[in-house]
């Protein structure tokens, strides 16, 4: 007996006839999770990131292609990171971005289901606190010439100690101590990690000797993702 590569958990009922004799035997069919994991605190300021995984007894991926489900609690906008269709990708997962905007709720509840045409679906959710957090990148400057020595909005000089400044503050008060996480797929980053200082800030720089796109993302490890 073998579940033809159906990873559902369900029960099968398996009917043996003899003349007019019948059996009809059980067979629950377990093994496969659902996990949610994201951070337990999201900036209203900002977004967070969750991830659901979809695995099978062996921990092996399911078959991509699985559509699931999202919601939220409170109705706050959640939507896939890579902006398509909620279906797991070749590692079983899906990636959700959570937007709280600007809800009056203090936390919230976000729920992800399995969509299957019949049987059981798996549920899993994760409660996070919602804060007033301020968390942006300062530098360089939003209004920065393009042509000018800082280059245009978004954009660094090649072959320069280019400065970067992230900046925290809840309300009219900035949070000094809260660790910064950097990363950069192009470039190299003065320093990857860092803590705040009394005015709310973390500065660094970035240099790169080759012109192109990269992202750069900054992770505070209590107030959020940008």
């Given at each position: ?27 629950t069919v377990t093994g496969t999770t659902l ?122 000089a090649i072959n320069t100690s280019n400065p ?30 860092g803590s705040t200082n009394a005015s709310g ?26």
């Amino acid at each position: 007996l073998t579940t033809k590569g159906d990873s559902q958990n369900r029960t099968l009922h398996i009917t043996a006839t003899a003349g007019s004799a019948t059996n009809t035997l059980v067979i629950t069919v377990t093994g496969t999770t659902l996990t949610l994991t994201g951070p337990s605190n999201v900036s209203a300021s900002s977004f967070g990131t969750f991830v659901a995984t979809l695995l099978d007894a062996g921990s092996a991926a399911v078959v991509p292609g699985q559509t699931l489900s999202v919601s939220s609690l409170n109705g706050l906008t959640a939507t896939t990171t890579s902006g398509g269709a909620p279906v797991t990708d070749s590692n079983g997962q899906v990636s959700f971005k959570v937007t709280p905007g600007s809800t009056s709720a203090t936390s919230d509840t976000l729920t992800v289901n399995t969509v299957y045409a019949t049987g059981p679906n798996l549920t899993k959710s994760a409660t996070f606190t919602i804060t007033q957090i301020a968390f942006a990148f300062t530098t360089p400057s939003a209004d920065a010439t393009p042509g000018s020595a800082t280059t245009a909005p978004g954009e660094f000089a090649i072959n320069t100690s280019n400065p970067i400044t992230v900046h925290i503050t809840c309300g009219a008060n900035v949070i000094n101590g809260d660790l910064i996480t950097l990363n950069a797929p192009r470039g190299t980053l003065g320093a990857t990690s860092g803590s705040t200082n009394a005015s709310g800030d973390f500065t660094t720089t970035i240099n790169s000797t080759q012109a192109g796109f990269s992202g750069l993302t900054a992770m505070a490890t209590n107030n959020g993702a940008l």
